[in-house]
Every structure is written in structure tokens, then in C-alpha cells.
């Protein structure tokens, strides 16, 4: 490419790189270095797949990591100089059309001598490289049309064109909620009876004169359960939410102790007498003495040992208000991210760590993972306000 090129060294030529231009080594002719030209039979509209074939053994896709991409072995700053990076970042990226089509652009400006070597080898020249390049593959066949039965949603109707797009004149309408039936294809529905075209977008498959079915009735339900004196047992106190989950907001609070009425539900939550909200039943112990949590039973205070195992799962579990079942599953995760205030996403990462060592007081570190001195922070929180 004039004086800097932007190719790498084929693979069989005695070519040398120096400071990112290529130059012949010596002046050894190139008859002396035994490349014939191509015969005159040679297919001239393949030129540029000859010139792959030389540069890069016909890997349009190639990056060896040597400076050089793509099928025809583009120098960075002459990609995007010749304005490749309209197509993809670099050479390697973009199609064997997008590159011979940079390709084209450099011929003209610096010509065959941009490729010193290869250029000779696959016999390109102005002429032939710059013909339009017919070695694509052919166009597939457009899908076929779906057949159909559709009802005019428009108001006040909709436009029947000769033709399907609205470049095409309009020849006709078609009231709201008629029947139309034709086939459709790329958005476009042909009418059946040969009036013209009508677009996807003012129809419907939903037949508006059907009868409605009736809705079914509502389950009864259940009668709730009487109401029970609670007390607190978190040592923090309890959040009290909207509804009987940790994705419900945080409404109000209860403090270490306080004696409330509330009806249990099934799931584990406490419904307030009082109408203020939910709270979990995990953190709450009935007049009688019973914890009631999902699956909830008596648990010894954890081991500060650093491991996230079953029993310190569970007892996360039953701080966020969840069955016990000793799982690291989405479902936990997605809980324990709603409890500390970060993105609920089921993926923990490093916005969930930041938030659970700031939840449970401990220096944030960085971690993007459950590491050793925040899991014995976990258990030592949760010994303090919910195994109690």
C-alpha cells in the first residue's frame, strides 16, 4: 500500500515485516522467486478469493493474533481507514462481502502492490478487482406464506393496497371487525379473493363476535385462623411488609420483644390484627411457644466455621421467610437480595456481597463472592438475630 502496507507476510513468501510495513527482501524479482502469474483461464470474478487463499489459506475469520485479520490479512489503521469500521471493529469480524469490499477501496487508492506478493500469485489487477464480486452465495428463497383467518382491529377500518407495503396505492378498505382471510407473508397478509394487501398490524386472530366464555369462580377461601399473640425474637427487630413475602416493601418495623396479635398463614408469615402489614413468622414465637416457620423446627446456634453449608443455609432460609430446605437456589438468592436492598436477579455477584456485608455490618472488601470472613460474619448475624 504505497509505502506502508497493511498485509501480513503470506504463507509461503520471502517477505519481512519491519515496523509494521512489508517490503520484498532484496530485490529478487518475483520470477526469481518462482510465482508464475495466474493463466489467462483463470475465473477473473474469483480474483479476491485467490488472494485469500494466498493471505490467510481462505479463513475469512482469521486472527492469529500477528497484527493482521481477516481473509485478506488487514492492517488495523488501514481497516478502519478505508472505512471498515462501518462494518465491524476489525477485519476478522466482519463478512467476506464487508471485507472485499474495503478491499475495493484500497485497490483504488494504492492498487495491486498493497498485496506485493499475493496480488501477483492470484493474478489480481485493477480490473478484475474491482468488478463486482460474484461469489456470494445466492439469495434464499423467501419463506411461504402463512395462511389465515384474521378480523380487522383498526379503527375506523383498514387500507387494502395493490401492493404490500404502504409505498403501494390504496384500492380499497375493509370495515372494522370484517373477516379477512389470505396468506401471510413479511407482515403483509394477500387477500384471499384477490383484492389487494392489507397489513399484519391493523388485524387480529381474535374473533370479536365470539361469545365470551364465562370466567370461572373465584375458590372460596379459606377461613382464617384465630388470632395468636406473637412476640418478637430477632434480636434487630422485624420488618413489617405490604404482603406475605420479602418482595413486598418494608412498610414499618417492630422492635426485640414486642408482643403482637396476628392470624399465621400458611406460608409462614404473620398477618397483623391490626391491618399494618406482614411480618415473617420465622422471627416470631406464638404465645404458646412455637416458632412458626416453614419447616421450622428448634436450630442450635451455627458454627462459626466460614462454610456455607445446609445448616447455614437454612438458617438464612428462615431469616428471609422461606421453607428450610438447606438449598443455595435461585429462589434463596433472589430472597436474600430483596432482604438486603440490591438488584433482585438470582445471580450473585458483586453488588449482592456489597450489600449483605453492609446489611450484616461487616467493611465491604471488594469480594464478589460468599468468601470465608463474610460467611462467619453471616453466621455469627444470624446466631444473633434469628436462631436467638
Known amino acids: 500500500m504505497g509505502s506502508t502496507t497493511s498485509h501480513r507476510t503470506p504463507r509461503t513468501g520471502v517477505l519481512r515485516r519491519r515496523v509494521g510495513r512489508l517490503t520484498l527482501a ?125 378480523w380487522v382491529s383498526a379503527t375506523p377500518g383498514a387500507n387494502v393496497r395493490s401492493g404490500p407495503s404502504t409505498t403501494y396505492a390504496v ?106 402489614g406482614w411480618v415473617s413468622g420465622s422471627i416470631m414465637k406464638a404465645a404458646d411457644g412455637a416458632v412458626t416457620s416453614p419447616g421450622s423446627s428448634t436450630m442450635a446456634p451455627l458454627v462459626l466455621d466460614g462454610s456455607r453449608g445446609p445448616l447455614t443455609v437454612k438458617a438464612v432460609q428462615r431469616w428471609v421467610g422461606l421453607p428450610e430446605t438447606g438449598r443455595w437456589d435461585t429462589t434463596t438468592v433472589k430472597a436474600v437480595q430483596a432482604e438486603v436492598g440490591t438488584r433482585v436477579d438470582g445471580a450473585w455477584g458483586p453488588m449482592s456481597q456489597a450489600a449483605l456485608q453492609g446489611h450484616i455490618g461487616l467493611s465491604r472488601d471488594g469480594s464478589t463472592y460468599m468468601n470465608y470472613r463474610t460467611v462467619v460474619a453471616l453466621q455469627a448475624w444470624l446466631n444473633a438475630n434469628v436462631i436467638g
Open 26 to 150: 532484496g530485490a529478487t524479482s518475483v520470477s526469481a522467486m518462482g510465482m508464475a502469474a495466474p493463466t489467462a483461464a483463470a475465473d477473473d470474478h474469483n480474483v479476491w478469493d485467490r488472494v485469500a487463499d494466498c493471505e490467510s489459506s481462505g479463513n475469512w475469520s482469521i486472527n492469529t493474533g500477528n497484527g493482521f485479520y481477516g481473509g485478506l490479512q488487514f492492517w488495523h489503521p488501514t481497516w478502519t481507514g478505508f472505512g471498515g469500521g462501518e462494518f465491524a471493529p476489525y477485519a476478522h469480524q466482519a463478512t467476506k462481502l464487508q471485507q472485499i469490499t474495503v478491499a475495493q477501496r484500497v485497490l483504488k487508492v494504492q492498487g495491486p502492490g498493497a498485496w506485493p506478493v499475493c496480488s501477483v500469485r492470484a493474478g489480481l489487477t485493477m480490473e478484475n478487482g474491482l468488478e463486482p464480486y460474484d461469489g456470494a452465495a445466492p439469495a434464499p428463497a423467501p419463506a411461504p406464506g402463512v395462511q389465515g383467518t384474521w
Open 171 to 276: 384500492v380499497g378498505a375493509a370495515a372494522t371487525g370484517s373477516e379477512v382471510t389470505g396468506t401471510l407473508s413479511n407482515g403483509w397478509v394477500r387477500l384471499a379473493d384477490g383484492r389487494g394487501w392489507i397489513a399484519l398490524s391493523t388485524l387480529t386472530d381474535e374473533d370479536p363476535g365470539a361469545a365470551t366464555p364465562e370466567p370461572e369462580p373465584e375458590p372460596t377461601p379459606e377461613p382464617p385462623a384465630a388470632s395468636t399473640s406473637w412476640t418478637v425474637t430477632a434480636t434487630l427487630g422485624a420488618n413489617v411488609r405490604s404482603g406475605p413475602s420479602t418482595s413486598y416493601a418494608v412498610v414499618g418495623g417492630l422492635a426485640h420483644g414486642a408482643t403482637v396479635q396476628g392470624e399465621s398463614s400458611t406460608n409462614g408469615w404473620i398477618r397483623l390484627a391490626d391491618g399494618r
